[in-house]
């Protein structure tokens, strides 16, 4: 039986419609309706999460899981906004979440009515649309609720796609479960427009034939480089590829990029001269700095929304496009082309700079813990999907990973890492093992990300904690603040021991290297799950061991 509320039940049927089999659902008497009808949906999974901050990002982890939509509904009031970080970062990362709200009706706004503040549009600008819907009673309203219905789950496709908010002002009663079936909606489909080839062919012809092409490659979801891996080995041969393993999917080394940076500083014949950037975000500071100094003659930004994204400065032209048609394009476009000595000068200072990093031994040390979990998935064919935090976590992954990385990078925020490799892990519970990487202030904001019914034994942690925020103590100038580690860095004695007890985890730790080793190995084979490794370090030592890290390759 489902709710006898109008809106309700045409939104219910029409996410049926869309395919939607995921629901994250939130606690409240509001949205009670909307819940109940999720729940008691035979083609919808419900996965009950308290904290709204949390269940936002676990959403997200369930839509990497399997690159479909997934619902996540809250109560109304302040509720809405706890989801504004997910909806952000889904926005950037351009990740098709349905964010549902229940909502008072609209005569009670602002009347010091209990659980009521200006929800409609209270997300924007970060999602693709919104809209609140009327309840209906009558034909004509039935009508416009359809059709916002259908405009909203639309949007979460068009121009690249990203996050929709659909509001849904509910009335008293609340809780009448009458109606046998869901209504037969009228569903509408629209079709993305596709990218012009004939556009994109010439474009590339300019391209490969300037002295110093490079393609940079930003986030990319890894089902798209997954199944692009030849044609961008072909465009390798003739142009050099930038790219981190938030752009690869190819088991190997990563590219040492800032270590390369680093080598040829000063130099300005590693510069392209013809640039074509695709995808989302790049973590690489050092990179970015490089790029925006290089005077392109043509310097390309690809992406689906056609958005003017002017990261290097100067961009002459955009392809409003699909990654993976322009990069098929470049792709066939190399046939014929004679190799570059730009090509071999980047192949040359990349071999140069691994063989450099293969040399080094770092202290005991955050630097070394990752090298170490890395070293140890490699030699034991350890296979699993590989979730970083921001800050120092990701920077670390980017040298030491073979495998794509996910991470939060649309707007980098140290939010919510957890609760997304949480998500991901429920979502694919009995199908593979996920990793998660995370500094100290990342796991401890998300630590709700545990309080989970649904979490999953298939989800291993490795916590680096140095008591406080490490990447501080990697920026020059600010140690002249006494106030740097108290109040900045928020330095803290803080242990994930009593969290894993709360949660039932199993809890490692290691204070030096010999105790790293051992109960990584117990991390890796431990027989139950989920299990946490808590490394601990000095932040000063973490510093050190990275300063000295890059100081080998100047």
């Known amino acids: 039986m489902y709710s006898t509320k109008e809106n309700v039940n045409i939104l219910t049927a029409l996410l049926v419609k869309e395919g939607i089999t995921k629901a994250v659902v939130c606690p409240g008497s509001r949205n009670s309706p909307i819940v109940h009808n999720l729940c008691a949906c035979p083609d919808i999974e419900c996965y009950p999460v308290t904290d709204e901050r949390s269940a936002g990002f676990v959403a997200l982890g369930m839509s990497l899981a399997d690159n479909e939509p997934v619902v996540v509904c809250v109560t109304s009031g302040s509720a809405l906004l706890n989801v504004a970080p997910a909806a952000a970062e889904a926005f950037y990362q351009k990740r098709p979440l349905v964010i549902i709200s ?101 474009i590339a012809a300019d391209f490969f034939c300037s002295k110093k092409p490079m393609v940079v490659l930003g986030q990319l979801i890894p089902e798209i480089v997954g199944n692009l891996l030849e044609p961008i080995e072909e465009i390798k041969k003739v142009a050099v590829v930038i790219q981190e393993k938030l752009a690869d999917d190819d088991i190997g080394p990563s590219q040492p990029l800032d270590e390369a940076l680093m080598m040829i500083e000063g130099d300005d014949s590693y510069h392209p001269d013809h640039l074509i950037y695709i995808g989302g975000t790049i973590v690489s500071k050092r990179l970015r700095q490089f790029l925006r100094k290089s005077e392109c003659k043509m310097s390309i930004v690809v992406n689906e929304g056609g958005d003017c994204c002017d990261t290097f400065m100067h961009t002459t032209d955009i392809i409003q496009g699909a990654a993976e048609e322009v990069i098929s394009i470049l792709a066939n476009e190399t046939v014929g082309v004679e190799q570059k000595a730009f090509v071999t000068q980047w192949d040359k200072l990349f071999d140069k700079a691994k063989a450099i990093r293969n040399t080094i031994k770092p202290r005991f040390s955050q630097l070394l813990a990752v090298k170490t979990f890395h070293h140890k998935m490699r030699e034991e064919a350890i296979d699993g999907q590989l979730f970083y935090a921001n800050s120092s976590a990701v920077r670390l992954g980017n040298i030491f990973s073979d495998q794509y990385i996910y991470v939060n990078r649309g707007v980098n925020g140290i939010e919510g890492s957890l609760s997304t490799a949480v998500g991901y892990a429920i979502a694919h519970q009995d199908e593979e093992d996920v990793y998660c990487v995370i500094g100290d202030l990342s796991f401890f904001y998300d630590q709700n990300a545990l309080w989970n019914e649904s979490l999953s034994p298939n989800l291993s942690i490795l916590l680096l904690n140095n008591g406080g925020g490490g990447i501080f103590h990697q920026l020059s100038g600010l140690e002249r603040s006494p106030y740097r580690d108290s109040a900045i860095g928020a330095e803290h004695t803080t242990s994930a021991e009593g969290v894993c007890q709360a949660h039932d985890i199993v809890y490692l730790s290691a204070h030096n290297k010999e105790e790293l080793y051992e109960n990584l190995d117990k991390f890796f084979n431990s027989e139950e799950g989920p299990v946490l490794l808590e490394v601990f370090t000095n932040v000063e030592d973490d510093a050190q061991a990275l300063k000295d890290y890059y100081q080998a390759f100047k």
């Not at 046998?180 to 596709?194: F, G, H, K, N, S």
Request: hydrophobic content about 30%; overall charge negative; proline content about 10%.
């Open 102 to 202: 229940a909502d008072r009706p609209p005569q009670w706004i602002d009347q010091q009515d209990g659980q009521t503040l200006q929800q409609h549009r209270a997300l924007e600008p970060n999602v693709r649309k919104s809209v609140t819907l009327p309840e209906p009673h009558n034909d004509e309203e039935r009508w416009y609720c359809n059709r916002l219905v259908n405009e909203a789950l639309n949007a979460l496709h068009l121009n690249g796609g990203g996050p929709v908010h659909i509001n849904v002002p509910i009335t008293e009663p609340l809780f009448d479960y009458d109606v046998m079936q869901l209504p037969d909606e009228r569903r509408i489909t629209v079709y993305p427009a596709v990218t012009n080839d004939t556009s994109v062919y010439e």
